[in-house]
């Protein structure tokens, strides 16, 4: 299983960006797909989940601010991070739990200044 993230980089407050995670190796449509975050001196945390019916949810943090999708055809999953704040700042992983296993992808860094 591989997870390959995309997207991050630096923004300001009230800005947005975008993060792309394309798996292989696993039979993407069957899976609930994740993202976390982890900023420095704080735990990892889940961000924002989309099941394998479209279900999504959201930390209470991000509600109403980010968008997870997901194109099974491309096997991918995107997350649309609107009005972005300074607390929003931290490495961002691909997660998805498959075969008793958890799968990360390599964390791409957001950034956000005030």
């Known amino acids: 299983v591989q997870l390959q993230a995309s997207g991050g980089g630096s923004v300001r407050a009230g800005e947005s960006l975008s993060l792309s995670c394309k798996a292989t190796?696993?039979?993407?449509?069957?899976?609930?797909m994740n993202w976390y975050r982890q900023s420095p001196g704080r735990q990892r945390e889940l961000v924002a989940a989309?099941?394998?019916?479209?279900?999504?949810n959201y930390a209470d943090s991000v509600k109403g601010r980010f968008t997870l999708s997901r194109d099974n055809v491309r096997r991918t999953t995107n997350l649309q991070m609107y009005n972005l704040k300074p607390e929003d700042t931290a490495v961002y992983y691909c997660?998805?739990?498959?075969?008793?296993?958890?799968?990360w992808g390599r964390g791409t860094l957001v950034t956000v200044s005030s």
């Open positions: 997660h998805v739990r498959a075969r008793s296993s958890n799968f």
């Open positions: 190796g696993i039979n993407f449509r069957l899976y609930t």
């Open positions: 989309v099941a394998s019916d479209g279900t999504q």
